[in-house]
Every structure is written in C-alpha cells, then in structure tokens.
C-alpha cells in the first residue's frame, strides 16, 4: 500500500512530540471543562466555551498528527546525486548562495529553510544533479540558480 506522506526521521519525531503536548493539554482542558462545568449554569459561562472551543481544536489537531504518522512513510535522506526529499540543497545565484532542506508538505516550515517538494523551488529541484541550473518562478521574477551541493 503506497503511503500518503513522506516524512524524514526529524520530521516524525516532531510530531511525535507535538502529538505527545497535545494529549497532555488535552487533560488540562477536560479538567478546566470540568471545573467550568460545576459553575452552574452552561448557557453564559464563558470559560466553559472556551474550553470546549478549545478540546476541538486540539482533539482535531491530535486526529490529524495521528493520521498523517499512520500513513507516513520514513524516508532516509536520497542520494547525493539527484535531489529528493531529505535532500539539502545549496543553490548559487549571483553572488548569494541559500541552502534548503527538501521536505513533504507536511514537514515543510520556509522560516527554517524546510520547503516543500510540491512547492515552486521544490518542484525545479527535484531529481536535478548537482552544477545542474534551474530556473525558479519567484515573486520577484524568475531567476536561476546553480546546484552547489547536495547532501
């Protein structure tokens, strides 16, 4: 059966511990619904609601770790001759070189070079080789970049 996620080792692991937070707040909100609940009446109690708001949202967040850990398959890093996800990625363009981790979707986080293999610049770059260029659609206008390492 072919998996719907492609996650890295780093990648499982964090939301492994994401999913570990999340069922200990979860405890937390049921004690405070619970705590709310024995203020009487629930039609205006507001700290009620808000609990409840909140079990929503982290029981649909744990349902969505534990679906995509179900459904992942652990990649080790690719080869260093083609670029795939686990892959990171020095490119040079001009004078500036910028280096990006190639991750699923799911992984992806751009504040910590982690992009995406569905994204623009993860789609040029996938299955490239190294001094390979490509050219990558930015909003500042196309531009073209050398591969100057994988690893």
Do not use: C, W
Not at 46 to 70: T, W
Not at 106 to 120: F, H, Q, R, T
Not at 125 to 143: Q, R, S
């Amino acid at each position: 059966m072919k998996k719907e996620f492609k996650l890295t080792k780093d990648g499982v692991a964090e939301l492994q511990s994401e999913l570990a937070e999340l069922k200990a707040k979860l405890i937390e909100v049921i004690d405070a619904i619970k705590t709310a609940r024995d203020q009487g009446d629930l039609s205006e109690n507001a700290e009620y609601h808000a609990a409840k708001e909140e079990q929503e949202r982290v029981d649909g967040r744990i349902s969505e770790i534990e679906h995509i850990l179900a459904n992942a398959e652990v990649v080790s890093r690719a080869s260093n001759n083609k670029i795939g996800i686990g892959n990171s990625v020095t490119l040079k363009g001009g004078r500036k070189e910028v280096t990006y981790h190639i991750v699923d979707s799911v992984e992806a986080d751009p504040l910590e070079a982690k992009i995406s293999d569905e994204s623009p610049i993860g789609k040029a770059l996938i299955g490239k080789k190294l001094g390979d260029k490509v050219e990558i659609e930015l909003p500042a206008g196309k531009t073209t970049y050398e591969i100057v390492s994988i690893a």
